[in-house]
């Protein structure tokens, strides 16, 4: 069965920190990453791995936001400090399955900054 469940949102302030989590079922994902959307825009890449095993990171959280992974638990992690205002969205973890040609989406983890 297919599956992505997040973890780890919440309601921090501004300049502190938060890693998400993203246990993967039913792979595998040629690729796997995070992305948010906050209220009236649109959803956004936050940071992913790539299929080449590289990592790609939005301009706005590069030096903040890292993504790692753990292959032996099938999860994928999203540590995120020094949060701003801006962060606050709802994440969604994300994988794409190459042989079928498919995208799979976590139900999505608030995350909430406050000033």
């Known amino acids: 069965q297919v599956q992505l469940v997040e973890s780890g949102g919440g309601l921090v302030q501004a300049g502190g920190s938060l890693r998400l989590s993203c246990v993967a079922s039913?792979?595998?994902?040629?690729?796997m990453g995070w992305y948010r959307q906050a209220p009236g825009k649109q959803r956004e890449l936050v940071a992913a791995?790539?299929?080449?095993?590289?990592?790609n990171y939005a301009d706005s959280v590069k030096g903040r936001f890292t993504i790692s992974r753990d292959s032996a638990k099938n999860t994928v992690y999203l540590q995120m400090n020094s949060l701003k205002p801006e962060d606050t969205a709802v994440y969604y973890c994300?994988?794409?399955?190459?042989?079928?040609?498919?995208?799979?989406w976590g139900q999505g983890t608030q995350v909430t900054v406050s000033s």
């Open positions: 994300h994988g794409y399955r190459a042989l079928l040609r498919r995208d799979y």
């Open positions: 039913g792979g595998p994902y040629n690729v």
């Open positions: 791995f790539t299929s080449a095993g590289t990592t």
